[in-house]
Antibody
Framework: EVQLVESGGGLVQPGGSLRLSCAAS????????MHWVRQAPGKGLVWVSH????????NYADSVKGRFTISRDNAKNTLYLQMNSLRAEDMAVYYC???????????WGQGSLVTVSS | QSALTQPPSASGSPGQSVTISCTGT?????????VSWYQQHPGKAPKLMIY???KRPSGVPDRFSGSKSGNTASLTVSGLQAEDEADYYCSSYAGGTNVFGTGTKVTVL
């Protein structure tokens, strides 16, 4: 059974940093692109970033480029999102999701809430 | 990276059909056959309903169907059931990135 479990969310002050993790199981992690998608309270889904299975390619939404870094450890079957210079508008539930580069997100984690507030 | 445009709401009675549109540009919806649709119930993670415009994952009822014409994709839910009441989002590949739609709340009357 495919499982994605996020962790690392919490309360952080504006300008602060946080690292999210997504532990994957039930599939060959290194064979899949992985994505982060976020959803602000009461708002819609927004794609944040993706990374190729071997970690060689990454891309970001313009709103997080230069502040967020996606990475993965295939030995640990874990996806990461390092978030720096956090802003109020980054406050959201962050989901990790499995998909090919072109989308079709077939498995999602339960989400991890990031709250940015002083 | 502008969000794809969806109507805020749609509704239908049980047994009826409802169609949701998703309008983008030639750089996303119109440029690739990589449109997908997601159903999200309150407090839950999204669920993939349609991928690559028309394909249904295993376990998704055939009441759900997708199509595309030019820069607009559509999701049709036939034979509406109470459990279909949810938010629906489209998504498209956009040449190196992905973009989601603004979301549509479907109400079963």
């Amino acid at each position: 059974e495919v499982q994605l479990v996020e962790s690392g969310g919490g309360l952080v002050q504006p300008g602060g940093s946080l690292r999210l993790s997504c532990a994957a199981s039930g599939f060959t992690f290194s064979s899949y692109w992985m994505h982060w998608v976020r959803q602000a309270p009461g708002k819609g889904l927004v794609w944040v970033s993706h990374i190729k299975g071997d970690g060689s390619r990454t891309n970001y939404a313009d709103s997080v480029k230069g502040r967020f870094t996606i990475s993965r450890d295939n030995a640990k079957n874990t996806l990461y999102l390092q978030m720096n210079s956090l802003r109020a508008e980054d406050m959201a539930v962050y989901y990790c999701a499995r998909a090919e580069v072109a989308g079709g997100f077939d498995y999602w984690g339960q989400g991890s809430l990031v709250t940015v507030s002083s | 990276q502008s969000a794809l445009t969806q109507p805020p709401s749609a509704s239908g009675s049980p047994g009826q059909s409802v169609t949701i549109s998703c309008t983008g540009t030639s750089s996303d919806v119109g440029g690739y056959n990589y449109v997908s649709w997601y159903q999200q119930h309150p407090g839950k993670a999204p669920k993939l309903m349609i991928y690559e415009v028309t394909k249904r994952p295993s376990g998704v009822p055939d009441r759900f169907s997708g199509s595309k014409s030019g820069n607009t994709a559509s999701l049709t839910v036939s034979g509406l059931q109470a459990e279909d009441e949810a938010d629906y989002y489209c998504s498209s590949y956009a040449g190196g990135t992905n973009v989601f739609g603004t979301g549509t709340k479907v109400t079963v009357l």
